[in-house]
C-alpha cells in the first residue's frame, strides 16, 4: 500500500466512492417512470477499471448481479467502440446486449467514460430494467421464446449521447420498439442523469484526495478483497463437493434441466467447475456465460458478506464452463428468463458449501422471481386504448440457517430490489389485489425453520387482459440444509368462467386470457429449512402455530416423524 494512504484514508475513500454510486442509484430511483426501478430498485450503477473494465466500487442498494455482468458490459462496449474512434470524453454509449453484457434484454446498460485531463480515468455504468422492449409478450418474459429476437429487441452497444448531445435517432429506434416509449423516455433520462451526477461527485472527490491516491485505494481495495476471499476459502476443509438440482423445464419441452456443481477447495482457491450441466435449450431459461460468472459473484458475496464488493471477489476462484451449455448459451438462443437460472446456479453454490461448512451456509431459498405480466387497453372514458403493462415479481422465504430461521416473504437473494408494493400497483393499473397473505406450512422444517412463502391473489378490473407467467420451482422444491427439509412447490393458477386452471407446463404459460372480475392466484415457495427437524425446540414449535406460520396439521406430522 501507497506509504501516505492510510489504513483511516483507506477508510474514508472507500466510503466516498460507494456513496458515489450509491448516489447514482438513489438519482434513478427517484426519476424513474418505471415502477419495476422506481420502486423495485431494479437497477444498478458502478465504477469500472479503465483498462480492464473489472469492477471496481458498486453502490450497496444496486442489484449485485447487474455490477458482476457490467464489467462484461464494459468490456464489450470498449471493445465495439474501439474501431469507431474509440471512447471520447462526452459519449455515452447503450445496449441491452445479454450475451456479451449478461442478464437479459429489458436490462439496458450505460456506459460513460470518465476522463480527467485528458486520460480515461475509469468507466462508469448504468443498468436499469426497462419496462416493455418490443417482443412477442408485453413485459417481454416471453416463456415460449425459441430465439432472442421474440423476447425483445436487440440493441448493440451505439452512442446514445455523442459530444454531450443525445442521438434524437437512436432514442427514435428505441421508443418505436416499445410498448411504452414514454416509459421508456423517462427511464433513458433517469439513467442519463444518474451518469451526469456520479461524474460531478467523482470529480469533486478527485479534486479533493487527487487522482493519483484515489487510484492507489481502489487498486488496495482489490487487493484487499483477493486477500480476504482466500482467508475465507483457506479457512474450509480441502475437498470436492457435488451438489445439482433442476429447472421445472425450458417452457418449450416440459424435461427438468439439471445445473449442476462441483466444487473443488484446494488451499485458499476455489474451483466451481458447472461441467455436467444441461445443454443450452429450446426455451428462454438459457444465460449467457457473463450471467452466470455473475451469479456466482453474487453467491460468493452471500457466503463471505465481509469481503469488498469488487473484481478481487472473483481472483481467487477458477470458473470451469464450457461452451453451449444452459448457464452458457450462444446467440440467438433465449435468455429472457435468467433470473430463473442464476437463481439455481446460487442454489447448487449454497449447497456445495453447505457440505464443507454448513455453519456458513444458507439453506435454499425460494428460487423463482414468478415474472408476471397482465397488459391491455383502457376502456374508461378519456383513456379509452391507452395500452397498459403491469409487469412485476413477487417474493417467498429465504431459507434457515445456523443462526436462526430464514426470512419470510423476502426478495430473491441475487438483488437487493424491492417487491413492489400493491398500493403502487393497484394506483398505476386497472387491478385489485384480493390477497396478499403469508403462505402457512411453505417453509421447510428444521432446527431453524424456512421463511414462508407468500399468496398473492389478484383480480382484473378492465374488461379484458392478457396474462403470461414465468416461474420455477413447479416440480422441484428449495432443498434444506445440515438435515433440514424442504419448501413447498410453487403453484399458479387463473380463472376463466368460474373455473381455476394450472398452466401445461406448471411455472410457465403466455396467452391467458381475463376477463374483468376473474384473477390469478400465486403462491409462493418457502425456504429450505436448516438442521434437522427433531432439534427444533417445543417453544419454537408452539411460537409457530400460534402465529399462524404451522398449522396443527402440518405441526403434528413433523413430531410423528421427530
Known amino acids: ?73 464494459v468490456r464489450a462496449t470498449a471493445k465495439a467502440a474501439a474501431p469507431r474512434g474509440g471512447m471520447k470524453d462526452g459519449d455515452i454509449w447503450i445496449s441491452n446486449d445479454a450475451y456479451d453484457g449478461g442478464t437479459h434484454a429489458n436490462d439496458f446498460k450505460l456506459v460513460k467514460p470518465f476522463f480527467r485531463n485528458g486520460r ?163 426455451g428462454p431459461v438459457n444465460i449467457s456465460r457473463a450471467t452466470a460468472v455473475a451469479a456466482c459473484y453474487v453467491a460468493l458475496k452471500h457466503l463471505f458478506p465481509d469481503v469488498p464488493a469488487n473484481a478481487g471477489v472473483l481472483d481467487a476462484v477458477d470458473f470451469v464452463i464450457p461452451d453451449k451449455l444452459v448457464i452458457s448459451a450462444e446467440r440467438p438462443r433465449p435468455v429472457g428468463g435468467y433470473t430463473e437460472t442464476i437463481l439455481r446456479m446460487i442454489d447448487v453454490i449454497f449447497s456445495a458449501a453447505a457440505q464443507a461448512d454448513p455453519t456458513r451456509a444458507v439453506a435454499q431459498a425460494y428460487g423463482t422471481i414468478n415474472a408476471l405480466s397482465i397488459a391491455g387497453h383502457r376502456s374508461d372514458k378519456g383513456r379509452e386504448g391507452q395500452r397498459w403493462v403491469m409487469f412485476s415479481f413477487f417474493g417467498g422465504g429465504h431459507g434457515g440457517h445456523s443462526g436462526g430461521d430464514g426470512l419470510s416473504h423476502g426478495n430473491a437473494p441475487i438483488s437487493t430490489a424491492t417487491i413492489p408494493p400493491l398500493e403502487i400497483l393497484e394506483a398505476a393499473y386497472p387491478v385489485r389485489f384480493t390477497e396478499w397473505s403469508l403462505r402457512a406450512d411453505s417453509g421447510g422444517d428444521g432446527r431453524h425453520r424456512g421463511g414462508l412463502g407468500a399468496v398473492y391473489e389478484i ?100 413430531k410423528a416423524s421427530e
Open 1 to 73: 500500500m501507497n506509504d501516505t494512504l492510510d489504513p483511516v484514508t483507506l477508510a474514508v475513500l472507500r466510503g466516498r466512492l460507494e456513496q458515489v454510486a450509491d448516489e447514482m442509484d438513489a438519482t434513478l430511483y427517484r426519476s424513474a417512470f418505471n415502477p419495476i426501478i422506481a420502486e423495485a430498485h431494479d437497477a444498478c450503477h458502478g465504477l469500472y477499471d479503465a483498462t480492464t473494465g473489472d469492477t471496481l466500487v458498486q453502490g450497496k442498494s444496486g442489484l449485485p448481479v447487474f455490477v458482476g455482468a457490467m464489467a462484461f458490459a
Open 120 to 282: 480515461l480515468y475509469c468507466y462508469m455504468a448504468s443498468a436499469a430494467h426497462w419496462h416493455d422492449v418490443g417482443g412477442a409478450v408485453p413485459g417481454n418474459y416471453n416463456p415460449a421464446a425459441t430465439e432472442c429476437w421474440q423476447e425483445a429487441v436487440q440493441i448493440p452497444p451505439v452512442r446514445i449521447v455523442q459530444g454531450g448531445v443525445l442521438d434524437a435517432d437512436v432514442l427514435a429506434i428505441l421508443q418505436a420498439n416499445t410498448r411504452l416509449p414514454d416509459s421508456l423516455w423517462g427511464d433513458l433520462n433517469g439513467q442519463l442523469a444518474a451518469l451526469e451526477l456520479g461524474a460531478k461527485r467523482l470529480h469533486g472527490l478527485l479534486d479533493e484526495y487527487g487522482d493519483d491516491l484515489v487510484l492507489n485505494a481502489l487498486g488496495e481495495l482489490r487487493s484487499r478483497a483477493l486477500r480476504l476471499m482466500r482467508s475465507h476459502i483457506a479457512s474450509l476443509p480441502d475437498g470436492r463437493y457435488s451438489f445439482e438440482d433442476v429447472l421445472d423445464n425450458d417452457g418449450i419441452v416440459n424435461q427438468p434441466l439439471t445445473i449442476a456443481l462441483d466444487m473443488t477447495v484446494a488451499g485458499d482457491r476455489l474451483s466451481l467447475d458447472f461441467s455436467r450441466t444441461s445443454p443450452q435449450c429450446a
Open 459 to 558: 383480480e382484473l378490473l378492465e374488461k379484458d387482459a392478457e396474462v403470461f407467467v414465468f416461474g420455477e420451482r413447479g416440480t422441484s422444491p428449495p432443498k434444506g440444509i445440515a438435515g433440514g427439509g424442504s419448501g413447498a412447490l410453487n403453484v399458479f393458477r387463473y380463472e376463466n368462467a368460474g373455473e381455476w386452471h394450472t398452466p401445461p407446463m406448471v411455472s410457465k404459460m403466455r396467452g391467458i386470457q381475463l376477463a374483468r372480475g376473474e384473477r390469478v392466484r400465486l403462491e409462493t415457495p418457502g425456504g429450505g429449512g436448516w438442521g434437522r427437524a427433531g432439534e427444533r425446540s417445543a417453544s419454537q414449535r408452539e411460537a409457530d402455530a400460534e402465529m399462524g406460520y404451522v398449522t396443527a396439521a402440518t405441526d403434528g406430522k413433523q
